[in-house]
């Protein structure tokens, strides 16, 4: 299976034609008012904006970058306002942050070989071990922060800046 597109709703399909042209992706099909269609720089991937009532917030779209620092700093000159960024995540990533016109979430990242083979990946290590992206919202039959418990929780695997002993686990978990 391959991902074909993903499309995003948007209330102005014009100011959305505009940022994602400055985005850097190419028009492909226009249909304005109601679609348009881009295709992305690299590679066969498409992306598509819909016409409609913004949700406002549920959607987030990462757009890999090969030189992300040099990307952010053309985008910013050109106009566009980044929330936060170019900065290095604990995932191994670099990141910067902003939003589209109908107030999607938008992530320019730059992982490497990262962003399909990070160090925690899944098929690693003991078979059958489940990763678990943030340790301290795990818990081991508890109530956690989120009101949710996961009693069958595995031993857990983390992120490089956030390794625990199994003590520190259980004094953040409140044990």
Known sequence: MRLNQ???TMPDLDA???FYCILGLRP???ARPRYA????????STFSLHQG??????????FECENLDETVGSLSEAGLRFVSGPEDKSWLWREAELFDPGGNRIILYSAGSNRL???WRMDRGRPGRRFRPFPELTNRGRLGIFGSAWPNAEPLQTFPSRVFNRRQRDSRLGS
């Open 53 to 62: 009532v913004s949700g406002g917030g549920g959607t987030t779209v990462y």
């Open 37 to 44: 269609r881009f295709v992305c720089p690299d590679g066969d």
């Open 117 to 119: 083979d990070p160090p």
């Open 16 to 18: 959305g034609w505009n």
């Open 6 to 8: 993903v499309t995003v």
């Open 28 to 30: 492909v099909v226009e």
